[in-house]
Nanobody, 119 residues
């Protein structure tokens, strides 16, 4: 019953920006950590960013730190990923997911949204 729907991807030139959204339903969104992951062609899925339930804590992969910002609007059951200074190596399918505890895996993967950064 958990549904995570990613949107906002597209084609952008290097140096450009995109804002991804993940709309959540079927879960107690405001109490859960949310994360963004990506999977590039020929690569395994990698962690991008995460945000705690009350937005107190955020975490970023080194590869995106300083360029990406994760945020959430609990009233809208939505988590966002603002991506600036995009690089071709950011090209991937981006997924959001939920983590129910610090010791559990992320789950509830949506269909993802494609981000393509051209050089």
């Amino acid at each position: 019953h958990v549904q995570l729907v990613e949107s906002g991807g597209g084609l952008v030139q290097a140096g450009g920006s995109l804002r991804l959204s993940c709309a959540a339903s079927g879960l107690t969104f405001s109490s859960l950590t949310m994360g963004w992951f990506r999977q590039a062609p020929g690569k395994e899925r990698e962690f991008v960013a995460a945000i705690s339930s009350n937005s107190e804590n955020t975490y970023y992969a080194d590869s995106v730190k300083g360029r990406f910002t994760i945020s959430r609007d609990n009233a809208k059951n939505t988590v966002y990923l603002q991506m600036n200074s995009l690089k071709p190596e950011d090209t991937a399918v981006y997924y959001c997911a939920v983590r129910y505890s610090a010791y559990s895996n992320y789950s509830g993967w949506g269909q993802g949204t494609q981000v393509t950064v051209s050089s």
